[in-house]
């Protein structure tokens, strides 16, 4: 059995740190953001969920780039398109989880490189971004 998922990923660097999902229990940061339901732009979406995860009013600015990924969920392989999308919130904004299993916070290029961070082949795209580099636009992490 295959899910096919679209994600709008949100990316949001203010003075050189990023912020960032973590998910408590099992320990891993991410990218914040959620599924685009039907009929949505991967935009809005954004906005969205990071209104409905952290109670901030971001604005989407633009899709930075488009990330494919896969991986086996209990048999099930989920297969996700994931639209890594550059936004803005408040400066100084100090995010306050709305969802009891995650927190979200800033982390800056150093801390960082510490952290386990899933999908783990997205992350020198993200250390780019950190760097003020630009990243390609398709990424991959199939090798089929």
Not at 29 to 46: K, N, R, T
């Amino acid at each position: 059995m295959t899910s096919q998922e679209v994600l709008a990923r949100g990316v949001s660097i203010q003075e050189k740190k990023i912020l960032l999902a973590y998910f408590r229990k099992e320990d891993y940061f991410f990218l914040p953001g959620g599924h685009v339901e039907s009929g949505e732009s991967v935009l809005l979406a954004l906005e969205r969920e990071i209104d409905e995860e952290i109670n901030i009013k971001a604005q989407a600015h633009n899709v930075l780039s488009v990330f494919e990924h896969s991986w086996n969920d209990n048999g099930r392989l989920v297969h996700e398109l994931n639209f890594l999308i550059n936004f803005s919130c408040p400066q100084d904004t100090k995010p306050i989880s709305q969802v009891g299993h995650l927190d979200f916070v800033w982390l800056d290029a150093h801390e960082f490189k510490g952290v386990r961070f899933l999908p783990e082949e997205l992350r020198p795209s993200i250390e780019s971004l950190l760097a003020g580099k630009d990243i390609s636009f398709f990424q991959s992490s199939l090798r089929n």
